[in-house]
């Protein structure tokens, strides 16, 4: 057994012992490793229900060759490698375990200007979920021909939207509005060259390697929800009553008492596929090698930055981005075409775009880093250098984190204080239950009269259990977390009136 192992067993072992508590909300685990130890965000009631396994998947990840920095979310549960709600940071290396492989999973936000009274109709609102399922299909494998009305995306168009992202022309060829590119974290990625050329090469080899052998049919998958905890979701917006969060309210878009449609996916098949061949590939390297995975973990299998190995899986996480932000875009303009048929004279614009699955390289603490967010919400408050020229220089851009329908979700903006955090925030509510303790041990008719209690209506038939606000930690909880450790101030309560989702497994 190395040191880190001895150390992380010794740790885990004891964990709540150890901590050392900054704050209401501020929580540290110290390392003997460096003077840096594990940053925690929660309440006591948040830290006391944390998982040994997290935890322990939390110092593995933190001792880890080359990670300077671990944050640990409230909404941070057991993953694969590193915990889902973390935030790794390396200037050296490149870890995909923290990425997933649902390459850049995402939500986003579209602001209608319907008034919230028009959805009390029941009908009207089963008319609306027909006309978005006409358009936008959900589940593992579906695509555009599971559905009349979608787009038209054959390979050559995937090859260009992989490799450019929400470009100009893309855009136009999908009928997106081209300034919604504007409001997106990131519009396109690059290869670590920052160029087109050296993404387009390595989509043409492995094409013709015979890597992605099901490109045509995953890029038909564009405009679509996958499974498990992907959904669109139908929201009345509940402005702050903070008249300073009103007025960044304005700034992000949001309009009181008007309908907007919440949506959670990623990169769909074309990710999966990109991100499962890398996995394979590196961890071949390592066996073949005679490297040690760090803490014996596979999932923490990593490349040092400046090799080939981190250079082809920065492209392919480039790919798979581009593909998950085109994706996003679309949905939204399926949904504002749903509404307008529906309801004439539906007018929309994207409020934001914001990824929870992905590895950015950002300035932390005077440094240009690696910041691997695995189920965790970039948070950059007002006048930070990277919000320069953006729409949300002066206010920090759009929060967005789901919860779950019967208890609502929020939009935030980040605080001076998520400097602490690596800039960063939790990603959602995070799971309480694990998918195989729910189906097991919720019912279905409670889930399901629960729902309807809060007169919230589905497209499902049986509202999935593993999907079920019960296998969801407090979100009150979480969001008093954030709140109480200084990092972001809420300015937007979403209140769901439908949803849009699958019961089959999911992509991530």
């Given at each position: 057994?190395s040191d880190?192992q001895?150390?992380?067993?010794?740790?885990?072992?004891?964990?709540?012992?150890v901590?050392?508590?900054?704050?209401d909300?501020?929580?540290?685990?110290?390392l003997?490793?460096?003077?840096?130890?594990?940053?925690?965000?929660?309440?006591?009631?948040?830290?006391?229900?944390?998982?040994?396994?997290?935890?322990?998947?939390?110092?593995?990840?933190?001792?880890?060759?080359?990670?300077?920095?671990?944050?640990?979310?409230?909404d941070a549960?057991?993953?694969?490698?590193?915990?889902?709600?973390?935030?790794?940071?390396?200037?050296?290396?490149?870890?995909?375990g923290p990425v997933?492989?649902?390459?850049?999973?995402?939500?986003?936000?579209?602001?209608?200007n319907?008034?919230?009274?028009?959805?009390?109709?029941?009908?009207?609102?089963?008319?609306?979920?027909?006309?978005?399922?006409?358009?936008?299909?959900?589940?593992?494998?579906?695509?555009?021909?599971?559905?009349?009305?979608?787009?038209?995306?054959?390979?050559?168009?995937?090859f260009?939207?992989?490799?450019?992202g929400?470009?100009?022309?893309?855009?136009?060829?999908?009928?997106?509005?081209?300034?919604?590119?504007?409001?997106?974290?990131?519009?396109?990625?690059?290869?670590p060259?920052?160029?087109?050329?050296?993404?387009?090469?390595?989509l043409?080899?492995?094409?013709?390697?015979?890597?992605?052998?099901?490109?045509p049919?995953q890029?038909?998958?564009?405009?679509s929800?996958?499974?498990?905890?992907?959904?669109?979701?139908?929201?009345?917006?509940?402005?702050?009553d903070?008249?300073?969060?009103?007025?960044?309210?304005?700034?992000?878009?949001l309009?009181?008492g008007?309908?907007?449609?919440?949506?959670?996916c990623?990169?769909r098949?074309?990710?999966?596929?990109?991100?499962?061949?890398?996995?394979?590939?590196?961890?071949?390297?390592?066996?073949?090698?005679?490297r040690?995975?760090?803490?014996?973990?596979?999932d923490l299998?990593?490349?040092?930055?400046?090799?080939?190995?981190?250079f082809?899986?920065?492209?392919?996480?480039?790919?798979?981005?581009?593909?998950?932000?085109?994706?996003?875009?679309?949905?939204?303009?399926?949904?504002?075409?749903?509404?307008?048929?529906?309801?004439?004279?539906?007018q929309?614009?994207?409020?934001?775009?914001?990824?929870?699955?992905?590895?950015?390289?950002?300035?932390?603490?005077g440094?240009?880093?690696?910041?691997?967010?695995?189920?965790a919400?970039?948070?950059l408050?007002?006048?930070?250098?990277?919000?320069?020229?953006?729409?949300?220089?002066?206010?920090?851009?759009?929060?967005?984190l789901?919860?779950?329908?019967?208890?609502?979700s929020?939009?935030?903006v980040?605080?001076?204080?998520?400097?602490?955090?690596?800039?960063s925030?939790n990603h959602?509510a995070g799971?309480?239950?694990?998918?195989?303790?729910?189906k097991r041990?919720?019912?279905?008719?409670?889930?399901?009269?629960?729902?309807?209690?809060?007169?919230?209506l589905?497209?499902?038939?049986?509202?999935?259990?593993?999907?079920?606000p019960?296998?969801?930690?407090?979100?009150?909880?979480?969001?008093?977390?954030v709140?109480?450790a200084?990092?972001?101030?809420?300015?937007?309560?979403?209140?769901?009136?439908?949803v849009?989702?699958?019961?089959?497994?999911?992509?991530?």
């Amino acid at each position: 057994m190395s040191d880190n192992q001895r150390q992380s067993e010794n740790l885990t072992a004891g964990f709540k012992s150890v901590l050392e508590r900054q704050s209401d909300a501020l929580t540290t685990l110290p390392l003997s490793v460096d003077d840096k130890p594990i940053t925690v965000i929660g309440t006591q009631r948040i830290v006391d229900g944390f998982d040994e396994n997290c935890l322990k998947q939390a110092v593995n990840s933190r001792l880890a060759p080359g990670v300077t920095d671990l944050v640990l979310n409230p909404d941070a549960h057991l993953g694969y490698g590193a915990p889902v709600g973390c935030v790794m940071v390396s200037p050296t290396h490149i870890y995909p375990g923290p990425v997933g492989v649902d390459i850049k999973c995402s939500m986003s936000l579209l602001q209608t200007n319907v008034p919230a009274e028009d959805l009390n109709d029941r009908k009207l609102r089963r008319e609306l979920i027909k006309a978005i399922c006409q358009r936008i299909p959900t589940g593992p494998g579906k695509g555009q021909r599971d559905v009349p009305k979608s787009r038209n995306v054959d390979e050559r168009l995937g090859f260009e939207l992989a490799t450019t992202g929400a470009s100009k022309n893309v855009l136009r060829k999908l009928g997106i509005p081209s300034d919604w590119a504007t409001r997106c974290e990131d519009a396109y990625h690059r290869a670590p060259d920052d160029s087109i050329d050296s993404l387009a090469g390595r989509l043409e080899r492995l094409l013709q390697q015979q890597k992605l052998r099901r490109f045509p049919v995953q890029a038909r998958q564009l405009g679509s929800y996958g499974g498990g905890n992907h959904f669109g979701e139908c929201e009345t917006v509940s402005l702050s009553d903070d008249p300073q969060m009103r007025e960044v309210a304005n700034v992000f878009g949001l309009c009181d008492g008007k309908i907007a449609f919440l949506s959670h996916c990623g990169s769909r098949g074309f990710g999966h596929s990109l991100a499962s061949g890398q996995f394979k590939v590196l961890k071949a390297g390592f066996k073949k090698s005679g490297r040690a995975f760090p803490a014996g973990d596979s999932d923490l299998v990593y490349a040092e930055i400046g090799t080939p190995e981190a250079f082809n899986y920065l492209c392919d996480m480039a790919l798979g981005a581009n593909f998950a932000t085109v994706n996003h875009l679309l949905i939204n303009q399926l949904v504002l075409e749903a509404f307008e048929q529906v309801l004439p004279g539906t007018q929309g614009h994207l409020v934001y775009f914001i990824s929870h699955n992905i590895a950015r390289q950002e300035r932390i603490s005077g440094e240009l880093q690696w910041v691997h967010r695995k189920g965790a919400t970039r948070a950059l408050p007002a006048e930070h250098p990277a919000l320069a020229r953006t729409p949300f220089a002066q206010t920090g851009h759009p929060i967005l984190l789901p919860g779950n329908p019967r208890d609502g979700s929020v939009v935030m903006v980040a605080l001076d204080g998520a400097c602490r955090s690596a800039f960063s925030v939790n990603h959602g509510a995070g799971r309480a239950m694990s998918r195989r303790g729910a189906k097991r041990d919720l019912n279905q008719s409670e889930i399901d009269r629960d729902l309807e209690a809060h007169d919230i209506l589905s497209n499902c038939r049986q509202y999935p259990r593993d999907e079920a606000p019960a296998a969801y930690k407090d979100f009150e909880e979480v969001l008093q977390s954030v709140k109480v450790a200084g990092l972001a101030a809420e300015v937007a309560r979403l209140r769901a009136r439908f949803v849009i989702k699958d019961g089959s497994d999911p992509d991530d």
